[in-house]
Nanobody, 122 residues
Framework: QVELVESGGGLVQAGGSLRLSCEPS?????MGWFRQAPGKEREFVAS???????QYGESVKGRFTISRENGKSTVYLEMNTLKPEDTAVYYC???????????????????WGQGTQVTVSS
């Protein structure tokens, strides 16, 4: 079982930036970020495939960037121009099987982190 450890969450003012990191304890393939706000369902944020293809949720396109260091498993989520509606617990997710595709459904991921809180004040 691979463990995913997120870091980088915190409190930021609207318009500010944060960078989240996700470090797997073992081998993972496609990776993604999801978020869940109180009283809402888990929402897809971004994903990256093993060959670097990316996909973003509509609400974060143009503001968030997912990336992966070459040769390393750590995945990042750079979040810019943050809005109060971005406030949520952000979860890192990983796949145990290799694929060229990007995935945006939570049930397509095998590993999950514990989550990191992001709070954007207005």
């Amino acid at each position: 079982q691979v463990e995913l450890v997120e870091s980088g969450g915190g409190l930021v003012q609207a318009g500010g930036s944060l960078r989240l990191s996700c470090e797997p304890s073992g081998r993972t393939y496609g990776m993604g970020w999801f978020r869940q706000a109180p009283g809402k369902e888990r929402e897809f944020v971004a994903s990256i495939s093993t060959i670097g293809r990316t996909q973003y949720g509509e609400s974060v396109k143009g503001r968030f960037t997912i990336s992966r260091e070459n040769g390393k498993s750590t995945v990042y989520l750079e979040m810019n121009t943050l809005k109060p509606e971005d406030t949520a617990v952000y979860y890192c997710a990983g796949r145990s099987t290799n694929s060229l595709f990007v995935y945006f459904a939570a049930n397509q991921y095998d590993y999950w982190g514990q989550g990191t809180q992001v709070t954007v004040s207005s």
